[in-house]
Nanobody
């Protein structure tokens, strides 16, 4: 079992920045690839970014490429999502998730463990 707890969400103006954190506990953190997903009201959950178990492989959704950066610190069992140039359409609940697919994935069904989510709201 892996427990994931997100933090760092909040209200920010368009063009601003936020850094989300996701702290893991339980089984060996470095055994898992991590991903960030988000879900806006009335929409399906969508992929944001993923990072492999050792951080060597990273993928982003086209909608956030160049604005968001995913990283991980295996010594702290934490994954981060640095978000910049935020837009109102980035407003959503952001979830981190862990998968045994060690290179990471954009497919939510491949993730075994999920956090409870943190709200990000971007205002005009």
């Amino acid at each position: 079992q892996v427990q994931l707890v997100e933090s760092g969400g909040g209200l920010v103006q368009a063009g601003g920045s936020l850094r989300l954190s996701c702290a893991a506990s339980g089984r060996t953190f470095s055994s898992y690839a991590l991903g960030w997903f988000r879900q806006a009201p009335g929409k399906e959950r969508e992929f944001v970014a993923t990072i492999s178990w050792n951080g060597d492989i990273i993928y982003y959704a086209d909608s956030v490429k160049g604005r968001f950066t995913i990283s991980r610190d295996n010594t702290k069992s934490t994954v981060y999502l640095q978000m910049g140039s935020l837009k109102p359409e980035d407003t959503a609940v952001y979830y981190c998730a862990a998968t045994t697919v060690t290179r990471g994935s954009g497919l939510s069904y491949l993730y075994d463990y999920w956090g409870q989510g943190t709200q990000v709201t971007v205002s005009l």
